[in-house]
């Protein structure tokens, strides 16, 4: 399997928009490394495969507009969203867990939910879906966008530009990016009694089925 700092080259600049965009405005993009992404390709600009000045534009963009599709897509379904068929894809509790993150947070939710897997793919769709006025979400969106679409690329530029040899620990940092960008969204989780009851039912599930494969 190919590795970020191999497979940023391949895809270039419409790829990685790509990418930003399903993760910000598709329901799949649960799946999908934005943070990650961004660092690394902010990282490659600094050894002259990217341009950092177009990377961050596009990030930028791409990001806005994943959202507004999300917040639309939220707008057109309303409440029935949460009566969507569960897939591969798409888990319930993943939108529930996100609308709680809302509702406790309100409006700056897309601007924190940003840097939270999850919540960032969701945060949209549920300002759709509580109509929240369009513009009012994009001057939030605005401000994460800005934050994360140009924040984390240039993070990793920097990075890259100050520290000799900093692609010996550009793996530890991504791993570190990731388990940071996923704290938030486990505290939140861990801190919901639902959560956590659904969390020790699929803990004991996957015990479960290691026992049974052991026997």
Same mark, same amino acid.
């Given at each position: 399997?190919?590795?970020?700092?191999?497979?940023?080259?391949? *895809?270039?600049?419409?790829?990685?928009?790509?990418? !930003?965009? &399903?993760?910000? $405005?598709?329901l799949? /993009?649960?799946? #999908?490394?934005?943070?990650?992404?961004?660092?690394?390709?902010?990282?490659?600009?600094?050894?002259?495969?990217?341009? *950092?000045?177009?990377?961050?534009?596009?990030?930028? !963009?791409? &990001?806005?507009? $994943?959202?507004?599709? /999300?917040?639309? #897509?939220?707008?057109?379904?309303?409440?029935?969203?949460?009566?969507?068929?569960?897939?591969?894809f798409?888990?319930?509790?993943?939108?529930?867990?996100?609308e709680?993150?809302?509702?406790?947070?309100? $409006?700056?939710?897309?601007?924190?939910?940003r840097?939270?897997?999850?919540?960032?793919?969701f945060?949209?769709?549920?300002?759709?879906?509580g109509?929240?006025?369009?513009?009012?979400?994009?001057?939030?969106?605005?401000?994460?966008?800005?934050?994360?679409?140009?924040?984390?690329?240039?993070?990793?530029?920097?990075?890259?530009?100050?520290?000799?040899?900093?692609d010996?620990y550009?793996?530890?940092?991504?791993?570190?990016?990731?388990?940071?960008?996923?704290?938030?969204?486990?505290?939140?989780?861990?801190?919901?009694?639902?959560?956590?009851?659904?969390?020790?039912?699929?803990l004991?599930?996957?015990?479960?089925?290691?026992?049974?494969?052991?026997?």
């Open positions: 399997m190919l590795s970020l700092l191999e497979l940023l080259p391949i *895809i270039g600049y419409a790829g990685i928009a790509g990418v !930003i965009f &399903a993760e910000c $405005g598709l799949i /993009g649960v799946f #999908l490394p934005g943070d990650s992404l961004l660092f690394t390709a902010g990282f490659l600009a600094s050894q002259g495969i990217f341009n *950092i000045v177009l990377l961050c534009s596009i990030s930028f !963009i791409a &990001a806005l507009a $994943g959202d507004s599709a /999300g917040y639309w #897509l939220g707008r057109k379904l309303g409440r029935r969203i949460f009566q969507r068929e569960e897939s591969f798409f888990h319930r509790h993943n939108l529930e867990r996100a709680r993150f809302y509702q406790q947070h309100g $409006g700056k939710t897309i601007i924190l939910a840097f939270m897997p999850i919540v960032r793919t945060s949209p769709v549920l300002a759709g879906v109509a929240m006025p369009y513009s009012q979400f994009l001057a939030y969106d605005l401000v994460g966008g800005t934050l994360w679409g140009i924040g984390m690329p240039l993070g990793g530029y920097f990075l890259g530009s100050l520290i000799p040899n900093v010996r550009l793996l530890p940092l991504i791993v570190g990016i990731i388990i940071l960008s996923f704290m938030p969204t486990a505290i939140h989780v861990l801190k919901n009694p639902d959560d956590r009851a659904r969390l020790r039912k699929s004991a599930a996957l015990g479960r089925k290691v026992r049974d494969k052991v026997a």
